[in-house]
């Protein structure tokens, strides 16, 4: 079993991307990731200049949202 985390350091109400951030020392973590379409992006905020830190994204379809129930 892999352990693994994020931080979701990007949340809006109107939910088009998810955001995380993940430590380099994580492969199996960024693998899923990609695997799930998430892309590599540029670090900002505090972890802009964090050679350990790796920023991602990916862009959220309504079935990316099943089975959770969000409201404004």
């Known amino acids: 079993m892999i ?12 939910i088009e ?3 995380l951030e993940k430590g ?3 492969p199996e973590a ?3 990731y990609e695997n799930s379409r998430y892309r590599r992006i540029d670090n900002y905020g505090p972890y802009a ?3 350990e830190s790796i920023h991602m ?6 079935s990316d ?5 969000w409201s404004s």
């Open 17 to 19: 991307n998810a955001i």
């Open 49 to 51: 200049n964090d050679p």
């Open 3 to 14: 352990g693994w985390t994020a931080t979701i350091i990007n949340f809006s109400s109107t």
């Open 65 to 69: 949202l099943t089975p959770w129930s």
């Open 57 to 62: 994204a990916k862009e959220l379809s309504k």
């Open 24 to 26: 380099i020392g994580q």
């Open 30 to 32: 960024i693998a899923l």
